[in-house]
């Protein structure tokens, strides 16, 4: 086989030739790349602004390159946030909101990024609206203190596009190089405002229905919330809701209000005490159930041991396969490059059918452990324990339920699996 350069690769040395050639491409393709990262890098380190669009509340300054000056519609808009924030106590959703009902222009829309303006806004109004994470970059965003900052993220490779985002003390920062929005003071508080944030909500929390309530009005997937407080007598008192995710962001992508987790529970509970009164197991019909299960998990370790036998045949080949090729090497049958392709090759298959083996080796262990003698009486108080709902866990929701909607008048809409 010939390529542009005439180079024959079914040929030794043509094959070497196509190798570095290969090589020098790859390590000047490599050097261009650290030339032009470490231009970008000086000019970082000068504090000259890199991004292709400015940010909100600033235009590119059109005297001095990489400079940035005020933008005074938007940097009223940028003081308005923070006086919301640190002055007036609202939170970063209340203020996404009332952006949203003074009809104030996105920073998307006002910046006319071309990303969004190719794409439809997947607000039912079409419009691109303000959201709680937005407040949330703007209010933690150093250029509105008249910082620089860069290398928020990094090639991967100069052979592929993809960027990874870097951690905070891998930042360069500049400070001072261009006129500052917000005052330090205003500044520091609102940075001490979401530090306290963050920590009172270190904690996490779970709920078996989390996952499949949604909201009837939009669609939206519900968003657990807890509130807890301590009692005088000292224990956690807990109560959970679910919100539409889109009122969560914004009152205006979905009015739905929230619902207590623990009323869909009831009401789950009720309409399956119903259908669980239809089901009456006898000790002979339950015998048979698990009987079957045990039949099923040895049909399926005796597919498993005819595989494991097949495997092992195969590797048996090709470790056999190996040393022919390496008895070829010596008696120089073959090149030592075709040797180093061959072996390789081999190897690599070899690797995989033994990993397999190691894999269905588990999976029979892991199937033995589950054959064992009957104990009728035990799967009774389990079965019993299952159709009375006690202890019910997510995975046993997750079986019997497809979905769980809401709507605004907290009325609960339930669609189980078994249902048609």
């Given at each position: 086989?010939?390529?542009?350069?005439?180079?024959?690769?079914?040929?030794?040395?043509?094959?070497?030739?196509?190798?570095?050639?290969?090589?020098?491409?790859?390590?000047y393709?490599?050097?261009?790349?650290?030339?032009?990262?470490?231009?970008?890098?000086?000019?970082?380190?000068?504090?000259?602004?890199?991004?292709?669009?400015?940010?909100?509340?600033?235009?590119?300054?059109?005297?001095?390159?990489?400079?940035?000056?005020?933008?005074?519609?938007?940097?009223?808009?940028i003081?308005?946030i923070?006086?919301?924030?640190?002055?007036?106590?609202?939170?970063?959703a209340?203020?996404?909101?009332?952006?949203?009902?003074?009809?104030?222009?996105?920073?998307?829309?006002?910046?006319?990024?071309p990303?969004?303006?190719?794409?439809?806004?997947?607000?039912?109004?079409?419009?691109?609206?303000?959201?709680?994470?937005?407040?949330?970059?703007?209010?933690?965003?150093?250029?509105y203190?008249?910082?620089?900052?860069?290398?928020?993220?990094?090639?991967?490779?100069?052979?592929?596009?993809?960027?990874?985002?870097?951690?905070?003390?891998?930042?360069?920062?500049?400070?001072?190089?261009h006129?500052?929005?917000?005052?330090?003071?205003?500044?520091?508080?609102?940075?001490?405002?979401?530090?306290?944030?963050?920590?009172?909500?270190?904690?996490?929390?779970?709920?078996?229905?989390?996952?499949?309530?949604?909201?009837?009005?939009?669609?939206?997937?519900?968003?657990?919330?807890?509130?807890?407080?301590?009692?005088?007598?000292?224990?956690?008192?807990?109560?959970?809701?679910?919100?539409?995710?889109?009122?969560?962001?914004?009152?205006?992508?979905?009015?739905?209000?929230?619902?207590?987790?623990?009323?869909?529970?009831?009401?789950?509970?009720?309409?399956?005490?119903k259908?669980?009164?239809?089901?009456?197991?006898?000790?002979?019909e339950?015998?048979?159930?698990?009987?079957?299960?045990?039949?099923?998990?040895?049909?399926?370790i005796?597919?498993?041991?005819?595989?494991?036998?097949?495997?092992?045949e195969?590797?048996?080949?090709?470790?056999?396969?190996?040393t022919?090729?390496?008895?070829?090497?010596?008696?120089?049958?073959?090149?030592?490059?075709?040797?180093?392709?061959?072996?390789?090759?081999?190897?690599?298959?070899?690797?995989?059918?033994?990993?397999?083996?190691?894999?269905?080796?588990?999976?029979?262990?892991?199937?033995?452990?589950?054959?064992?003698?009957?104990?009728?009486?035990?799967?009774?108080?389990?079965?019993?324990?299952?159709?009375?709902?006690?202890?019910?866990?997510?995975?046993?929701?997750?079986?019997?339920?497809?979905?769980?909607?809401?709507?605004?008048?907290?009325?609960?809409?339930?669609?189980?699996?078994?249902?048609?």
């Amino acid at each position: 086989m010939q390529f542009g350069d005439n180079v024959d690769t079914l040929r030794p040395d043509g094959l070497q030739f196509l190798t570095f050639k290969l090589s020098f491409n790859d390590y000047y393709a490599q050097d261009i790349s650290n030339k032009i990262k470490s231009v970008k890098f000086r000019k970082i380190e000068k504090g000259e602004f890199q991004g292709g669009i400015a940010p909100y509340g600033y235009k590119k300054d059109k005297n001095i390159k990489n400079h940035l000056v005020i933008d005074e519609y938007a940097s009223s808009i940028i003081k308005e946030i923070f006086n919301m924030y640190v002055n007036k106590g609202m939170s970063q959703a209340q203020i996404a909101d009332k952006l949203n009902r003074k009809e104030i222009l996105a920073p998307a829309v006002y910046l006319k990024i071309p990303t969004y303006m190719k794409r439809e806004s997947s607000n039912p109004n079409g419009k691109y609206l303000w959201l709680r994470t937005q407040i949330g970059k703007i209010l933690k965003n150093e250029v509105y203190i008249g910082n620089v900052v860069g290398r928020k993220f990094q090639k991967i490779s100069h052979k592929i596009a993809k960027v990874r985002t870097t951690n905070p003390d891998e930042y360069i920062v500049v400070e001072n190089m261009h006129e500052p929005i917000i005052d330090i003071d205003t500044w520091n508080k609102a940075q001490e405002k979401i530090k306290n944030k963050h920590i009172t909500r270190t904690r996490k929390y779970s709920h078996p229905l989390k996952g499949i309530v949604f909201c009837k009005e939009c669609g939206g997937i519900a968003t657990l919330r807890c509130r807890t407080e301590i009692r005088k007598t000292g224990k956690e008192w807990r109560a959970d809701y679910f919100i539409c995710s889109n009122s969560n962001v914004s009152k205006q992508k979905c009015k739905c209000k929230q619902i207590r987790a623990d009323y869909i529970e009831n009401e789950i509970k009720n309409l399956l005490k119903k259908e669980i009164q239809k089901i009456n197991y006898s000790k002979e019909e339950l015998t048979e159930i698990y009987r079957n299960s045990q039949i099923d998990i040895n049909t399926r370790i005796y597919k498993l041991r005819k595989q494991l036998k097949k495997s092992k045949e195969e590797l048996k080949f090709h470790n056999e396969a190996l040393t022919e090729i390496y008895n070829d090497k010596v008696q120089k049958i073959i090149t030592d490059d075709d040797f180093k392709m061959l072996y390789k090759k081999k190897t690599e298959e070899r690797d995989k059918i033994s990993i397999k083996i190691k894999e269905t080796e588990l999976e029979i262990k892991e199937l033995e452990s589950k054959k064992e003698d009957i104990d009728i009486e035990n799967i009774i108080r389990n079965s019993k324990e299952v159709l009375n709902l006690e202890n019910i866990t997510k995975q046993m929701y997750e079986k019997l339920i497809e979905k769980i909607e809401f709507n605004s008048e907290k009325k609960i809409y339930i669609k189980f699996k078994f249902s048609k």
